[in-house]
């Protein structure tokens, strides 16, 4: 969807409403080989169930599109309203965020089919709609859809913590993330000066990648890749998560309450690690980008190296010029978008652009509420929907969190 | 199970045989309305998930009977050893009580199969063995399906725990537990003097009801009947659960830490107070004994009456002499135990009889090393199975459990 | 006091007189070693600070006494009143337990200055009301000051473990409890039967040693001394603290969960085990009792013995029956309670007595609220003011309970 | 000090020395009116103990500057290096932070006792070294001295929170920080383009507010002034703490956990707003600026008005360039520098500026490992010590932080 500009959205209405039968089967898709009990449990407070994904990706076109322009709308069930808000005051208080997974009723079953019959109204109501009211539609469609990728990584992210319980360490899929071996180091070079950051098509993008704005960026070199499993052991194998004065304070001290001494999914067993991914427990292989650690331990990882992450501007920034030059030059700079490895984090902190301004109406909420206590991510990773992410997208997590595919690129130090 | 005299296994093979396939099923039974999802939660720490219950008795005849007795055993799934082992030391570490409800895998349908593969090689085995045998392994099967019995409570007591949870409050049942109304109150004298306490039969008990011993009681008057909703909704209006001199110092911080001002499951809906039960969200009976009460709440109700619970001893000698009376008069307390109403709070705490000597092998750790900490209840409830409780049975819980159908019967101060 | 008739207590006004002198005087020497800032703070929610059982053992007297008999009363301070209510909720809010640390005002010179105020109005209303008057004070007077004994314990215990928590291990006595050396063990037989409990003289006890009532014993044999040191060791050596079947379910959790591997305040320092005391640091020496231990840390130790620790009313009756007999046979038992040695955990819960009521008024709130979750601990400590305890007397802690003068006395299986 | 060019240090000796001795006696002066009691506690994790403050203030110049320069060095106590070492690992492990509290010895006595020692070694020391000597001691000197003026405010701070524990709300000092009226609103219009940020003088500044580089700024008008006390009434009266769109996600979590409804410190007693101030209770002055609100208060604040708060560029911005224009126009802003209002919320998270190199040895630890969840505050408030803040002075405190005296100023949107 990001292909279409905003103003002719009414023009391709046939394209946008393939779009939403394609985006909605693909949530069925990824949690076919799961079972309900699978789909149930939230194993903490930060994941959701995969039924809730499934329910609440649903109720955001029942409460932000048909509750509004379907005549003689009435909910599919009130309590749906209630149980599938996930954070939007303005539209009542939402359930409480850490018992998504206690709660058993509605079951899967019941969940698919009030997919299908969102999809049914949705569907009628695209078709049917007349232009003008397409018009105002189709922007909250396309929001959806976004919404709704977002949560197909969130279900793999969620239910690889969920899995990861099971003693078993149980395999749902056949591979898990894109494993690709990355090349040799090299640094490439970036021009500074005054560069605009941003989105800049006439696509859709979030609220929070406007406004484009212009900063002042020092010249910098950034490393061809991510960090690889093999470089993260010899971190490990230095000492890197006992020595107090590569972290940062709030690091040590999570480090320390964890007992943090690899990555998370990182097991030791027989002797090797192994790592728990979608397809199992599998050896750890070296030549891969290292994932599933927290903005401490890449910061600390950067501190040992004596280079240090990239700001988000900095990122971007050669991102977009880079993907303009050599092909070769910025292969895994171009990956981590096109085909998606990690999402690499920046030291920089998820804050408003200058000029900021939420997304009018109740998706206002939708990320600017957010901007507190976060760092941002780039990229894009494995788990990510193809075509989802792009060069201004801004990711954000807390500084401890581990659960989602990310990883680290370096930039070198004057 | 209980009525057949310990030395007289081996002559009533086939009785034992049927009351195992009975008990085994009779666990299938509570649970066919239930969904996988409904089985798969925890819903607090104390609570266990219903397919954890479903496992763990059937991992119970496999441990302590097929591990010992089965000639080429092997685990049905070694890790089902690990998951299932509730708290027996002695046979490893136990899976983590607080995580039961993280475990998806194995699912709902491979634990049924794990049942009826625990069904087939036990009934093989207790039809081919040797009596000298059958002799061995008749205590360890007497044992093993009490502790399924149990279970069967448990079940009952932790999935309405779970349902709760739910918003809509689902009815998986058509009724919940005895409802029988309460006849007029009337005080029943009880001589005391030099009484027998402990179990006196040739049948089944558990250790903690032995050695049978004597205890000096006073004389004493006990209630007919069991505390209504009635009795308990004026101690509500009468300011009970707002005066601190009724309460136990640490009753007094449990109902301030967690608010309480009712019984657990009432809810305040349609202005009216309502109650929680497997059969949905139903109006207060008021004639209907009071439950879902702790120790506390009990004790504090005893003290605004200005009388007490009755102790653990007290309560033996009476439903004992009294059950070889007069029918009419000990209608409630013969009931409490040959029908279920409520499990009765006494005033004494868990503690071995003298001369306690816990079970010999494995299963010692039944009983005793719970001995601490806990209060006794005395009777059965409309969740425990039938002819599964005694006069000398001995429940006991913590002093703020309220999740068990538990009530209060009061003796009479001097 | 306690030797005082409590019906004669007006013919002994000037030995009450000088009783409450001697005793308020005895809280001031306790504390003479002590600086302002030590007995500030509060170092766990169980302790309290100095400064506040100095100031609260006075408000005792201010409340119950002054406050009812002295004309044209006045409080001292009405925020003291707020202040220093330890949990009399008859009389008020108590002040939050866990805060009492945070009082920097009044100072520890303001808390001196309102023991002299109390003092002299005591004085005074001692000396100069009627006899009809002081016949109802004397109770009151009698309590006041057993209950200020009581404190003086407490601020022994509790500066223990306020001053463990300086690295420096700081000396403020010349030496900390009894330490005599145990005599060679002997089992001492005890003939059981039908024998009464409770406090028997015509001096003061408290309300929970009442009434006097039958109970039936078997026969036993109990240990003329306590565990000693060496003992102790020898348990840790053998994997004492290692093994889960040794121990309460509820006190294997506290064991791991505090990491425990050693009585408290040992600390393993130059090669040796090393304990902290009210004198500083020292060697274990091998032949003392051992003390700080809890009653899972008894339990468990009673357990490895294949022994186990006294009922309370064993414990009584060994003592009453012991004391009258041969003085050498007895010898510690005895030394429990002239002299102090440790307080002995027995395998009771505390509980009302058959016919237990509260002493009547606001002191009412004294022992009897406190009746679940604790256990009987019996005898007396070095810490325990000389004459303030005696055979009748209930001391009473949680299971978890490390920080008071705790030890071990063992009675022998059949 | 920071008037002094870092290249002339060694031609300034004898004002380095009156600096030195003035400094230390300041530490004294603040305390002069707390009892040793008070200078005990610790009231929050976040707080420390006045007595702490005293003792770590030493051991800086102790640690840093002794060690290294004095011949025949010892430590004063070796105690007192692990006690007071607050998180510089590279001298070893800090003691706990949580539990500086507990600390009774040494005494407040004795760490005046450690103070005036190290203030005659550290005289001997700077006046009898060498030049050379001199040149390499300066610069730990000057961090040294503005060190302890940090601490002389959070001495103040820490104090203001652990007096507020006391329900009789003591006061110690005649008035509480800056409490002048604030003048009619107006907006100071600020040109923006390319502008530098970060400290330009050749006097003292710390670390982070280093390297000086430019940055892009849009125009923005600021405020003349702070939000008064009578402005945040009217945002309490229109339910701003009751409104979750106004407030960022986490915020209003904080909100909900801490049942905040007004500034901390604010008291309702009397029918009327009072607040806790180092004088004591007083009325809330309606055109005093509203102080100790956190970041989440500030930000909600901002968004209730439609306008917003300055990111910490535009305030330096601002700072420099009105300070140098009329004096009338930026009172309140250059009041806020040079006699002290109040710390001033800003919307830029705390982060190295481009380049970024934290100072050479031990003292490296003093700012960067900090860089992440917090919040940056400028300018400085009533506690800040004369003279010791500056433009490109970088505050920065957690976003729930509400014991600082932090205030808000608001930048209009466009």
């Known amino acids: 969807m990001n292909q279409i500009g905003c103003d002719k959205y009414t023009e391709h209405r046939q394209e946008l409403i393939a779009a939403f039968k394609e985006v909605r089967q693909q949530t069925l898709n990824l949690t076919s080989t799961l079972s309900a009990e699978d789909m149930q449990i939230q ?49 009542g208080e939402p359930f409480s965020r850490a018992k998504r997974g206690m709660i058993t009723r509605p079951s899967v079953d019941e969940i698919r089919d009030y997919r299908e019959n969102i999809n049914a109204r949705m569907t009628t109501l695209l078709t049917e709609c007349r232009d003008a009211q397409f018009k105002e539609i189709a922007p909250l469609l396309v929001i959806g ?34 494993r690709e071996t990355q090349p040799d180091q090299r640094w490439l070079a970036v021009e500074g000066g005054e560069v605009s950051i941003g989105y800049a098509g006439d696509g859709f993008c979030f609220d929070n990648e406007l406004p484009r704005h212009r900063v002042l960026l020092d010249d910098f070199e950034i490393s061809n890749r991510l960090i690889t499993n093999a470089e993260w052991l010899e971190f490990m194998q230095d000492g890197g998560y006992e020595k107090p004065l590569l972290w940062l304070s709030d690091g040590w001290a999570w480090k320390n309450e964890n007992q943090a001494k690899a990555p998370f999914y990182w097991v030791h067993e027989d002797d090797e690690w192994q790592a728990f991914s979608l397809a199992g427990l599998r050896s750890i292989k070296p030549n891969e980008p290292v994932t599933h650690i927290n903005y401490y331990e890449a910061d600390a ?57 939420p997304a009018i109406g109740n998706v206002g909420e939708y990320n600017g509420k957010f901007m507190i206590n976060q760092m941002i991510l780039r990229g894009a990773s494995g788990a990510t929907q193809c075509g989802h992410s792009r060069f201004s997208y801004r990711n954000f997590f807390g500084p401890s969190a581990r659960w989602q595919f990310s990883g680290v690129r370096l930039v070198r130090l004057d």
Chains 1, 2, 3, 4 share one sequence.
């Open 301 to 357: 990882y950067a501190r040992w190296t004596g280079c240090r992450l990239p700001t988000e501007q900095e990122w971007e920034h050669a991102a977009t010029l880079l993907s303009a030059k050599d092909a070769d030059e910025v292969l895994c700079l171009s990956q981590g978008l096109s085909q998606g490895l990690r999402w690499e984090w920046t030291s920089s902190a998820y804050l408003p652009y200058p000029g900021f301004c």
């Open 43 to 91: 194993s903490m407070p930060d994941a959701s169930p995969t039924k809730w994904h499934m329910a609440h990706t649903s109720w955001f076109f029942e409460a932000f599109i048909l509750a509004k322009f379907q005549s003689g709308f009435s909910w599919h069930d009130p309590m749906y309203h209630k149980l599938y808000n996930s954070y939007y005051n303005a539209l």
């Open 145 to 178: 859809l976004n919404h709704e990728q977002q949560h197909q990584e969130l279900i793999l992210t969620d239910i690889k913590h969920a899995l990861f319980q099971n003693p078993t360490y149980p395999a749902v899929f056949p591979h898990d993330g894109a």
